[in-house]
């Protein structure tokens, strides 16, 4: 089992990181129903992105899945019917070593005959106007389709402001810059000559831990500080605050062993796998974006 990482915010020794990673771990596989699927929520009906993202937990400690073959059969009995579910089937099944659905590559052709990246304009609960087009990116590379890189960076970088970051209406936040990053990385352009981005992102850092949406934010999320963190990998660079992030993590795990997004939330599957990601990233200098 990998460390989670030994910091003074109280992970002190191997054990007590060993503690930490053994109560996620309980927390994600108390929460698999008996069709193999995961809810974060007990007793709801099993769903794509918590399957993903119980997987991915579970495979960032180097946890074995229980009952496999029944949470293969559960996603390959699934019918997406969006990117979003497209996508975290297709993540799933490559977690647990098998091949996307066979309509993935057909979807992904359809979407690519519309000519379309996605609305700028989105509903509070979307992530990022990009996060769409990071989604259809990051699938077309997995069953090889080939994305029109000059007009994806063309378009990504329409929505650059003049502050380095990214966003819609000329308003840069953390979520939309990482996303754009990710798209840009997505397709091999040179993201590292970003380095205007590169200042925003820092801008959005914090001393006493984590990032927040945009620079004059106070309260960090756990979101933002993946995003943040997520973000200075793919250009190549590393938190200034190890400690004090790492710090504001920990505060954020729920008696249930789960992670939510600030010391006084709910744990959920989505913001587990943030925190273990930054916390190994941290660490490790390694993130699975």
């Not at 380095?195 to 309260?219: H, M, Q, W």
Request: overall charge negative; glycine content about 6%; aromatic content about 14%.
């Amino acid at each position: 089992m990998r460390e989670i990482g030994r910091f003074n915010s109280g992970i002190s020794s191997k054990q007590s990181a060993s503690t930490v990673a053994e109560r996620v771990i309980n927390y994600v596989v108390n929460r698999q129903n008996a069709d193999g699927g995961y809810a974060f929520v007990q007793g709801t009906d099993s769903n794509a992105q918590d399957t993903y993202y119980g997987l991915a937990i579970l495979h960032l400690l180097n946890a074995p899945f229980p009952n496999m073959q029944r949470t293969v059969k559960w996603l390959r009995d699934f019918v997406p019917d969006s990117h979003y579910a497209h996508y975290y089937v297709a993540k799933a099944l490559k977690l647990c070593g098998e091949k996307p659905h066979e309509n993935l590559k057909e979807f992904l052709l359809s979407q690519a005959s519309k000519n379309e990246f996605g609305t700028v304009d989105v509903y509070v609960e979307i992530a990022s106007e990009f996060q769409f087009l990071s989604m259809i990116t990051e699938l077309a590379n997995m069953v090889n389709i080939k994305i029109d890189y000059h007009k994806t960076v063309e378009w990504i970088l329409n929505y650059q402001n003049s502050d380095g970051g990214f966003g819609a209406h000329g308003y840069s936040n953390l979520n939309s810059t990482y996303y754009a990053l990710a798209v840009l990385s997505n397709i091999n352009y040179n993201v590292k000559s970003l380095r205007k981005t590169l200042s925003y992102v820092r801008a959005c850092e914090k001393p006493y831990g984590g990032f927040t949406i945009i620079p004059d934010s106070v309260n960090p999320y756990m979101e933002h500080i993946y995003y943040g963190t997520a973000a200075l990998t793919i250009l190549g660079e590393t938190v200034r605050y190890p400690e004090e992030t790492a710090e504001f993590i920990l505060k954020c795990q729920n008696l249930n062993g789960g992670f939510a997004r600030s010391d006084l939330g709910i744990a959920t599957f989505e913001d587990t796998y943030y925190a273990i990601s930054v916390l190994q990233i941290i660490e490790k200098g390694e993130v699975e974006y």
